[in-house]
């Protein structure tokens, strides 16, 4: 038995990684691809990893002359 597939015009985000939006990273500039994990907070997602994370808040925090 053949297994019906989709129509083509239906947006399935199941194994079509290319359909997915992305942004690109505040430290480091990469393109970061949406991730369900993202999915309540995607608008605050500013950076790729824990590491740009650190890096821009250490940017952020010399570039304004406060120290910790």
């Not at 015009?9 to 991730?35: D, H, I, Y």
């Not at 999915?39 to 120290?67: F, H, I, L, M, P």
């Amino acid at each position: 038995m053949k297994r019906a597939s989709a129509p083509a015009a239906e947006p399935s985000f199941k194994g079509n990684k290319q359909s997915l939006p992305s942004k690109p990273c505040v430290a480091c500039g990469r393109p970061m691809t949406w991730r369900k994990r993202w999915a309540r907070n995607w608008e605050q997602v500013k950076y790729c990893s824990e590491a740009c994370r650190r890096k821009g808040d250490a940017a952020a925090t010399s570039a304004t002359g406060e120290r910790r």
